[in-house]
């Protein structure tokens, strides 16, 4: 698992999501290596979005040098790939984890294969770049509103993953 974080939300869902996916290993972004995430059978992945309204660099963490200057040199043809945003709903409710979208559009580019798409269902924005075919591209999770949802949220997404067979 692989995130980034500006003031901990992301890594206390991240936390959530490892404890009931079983995983030891999560790490941020920028401390990974190319072979770390070739090598791995399947990733799952998230950010924080700060930046509203950007087309580009939406995270305002490691992720955004990650994604142009990393990525683009990886081949990721048919990795398996879950990812999980944060935002804020109420306040930046025109680009609710616009950053997740990013990361959607940016893996896809690079040939990976996205578990874990997510109904709108429960939240209160009004346009999320996370949307795509009418379902969020993962889990999405709001520190800021609905903090007491995120741990039954990352639950439930856990066990989806499984059921698609992600892990
Ligand atoms: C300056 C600023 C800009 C933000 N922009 C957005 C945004 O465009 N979309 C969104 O959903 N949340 C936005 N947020 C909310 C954060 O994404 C949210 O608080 C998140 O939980 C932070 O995660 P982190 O603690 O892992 O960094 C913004 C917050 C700040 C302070």
């Not at 039954?152 to 067979?165: F, H, I, N, T």
Request: glycine share 12%; aromatic share 12%; net charge negative.
């Amino acid at each position: 698992m692989y995130y980034s974080t500006s003031t901990g939300n992301t890594e206390t869902v991240a936390g959530y999501i490892a404890e009931y996916a079983g995983i030891s290993d999560m790490e941020d972004i920028g401390d990974a290596t190319d072979s770390d995430v070739t090598g791995s059978d399947g990733l799952i992945i998230g950010a924080p979005t700060w930046h509203t309204g950007a087309d580009e660099q939406r995270s305002g963490t490691s992720w955004d040098d990650w994604l142009y200057d990393t990525l683009p040199n990886l081949d990721l043809t048919g990795k398996k790939v879950a990812i999980f945003g944060m935002g804020d709903q109420q306040s930046y409710g025109d680009n609710y984890c616009d950053a997740a979208g990013e990361l959607y559009d940016l893996f896809t580019a690079k040939g990976a294969k996205v578990f874990g798409m997510t109904s709108q269902d429960g939240y209160d924005h009004t346009e999320s770049k996370a949307v795509k075919d009418g379902k969020f591209c993962g889990l999405m999770c709001d520190e800021d509103n609905q903090y007491d949802m995120s741990d039954d949220r990352a639950k439930a997404w856990v066990a989806q993953l499984k059921d698609e067979g992600f892990m």
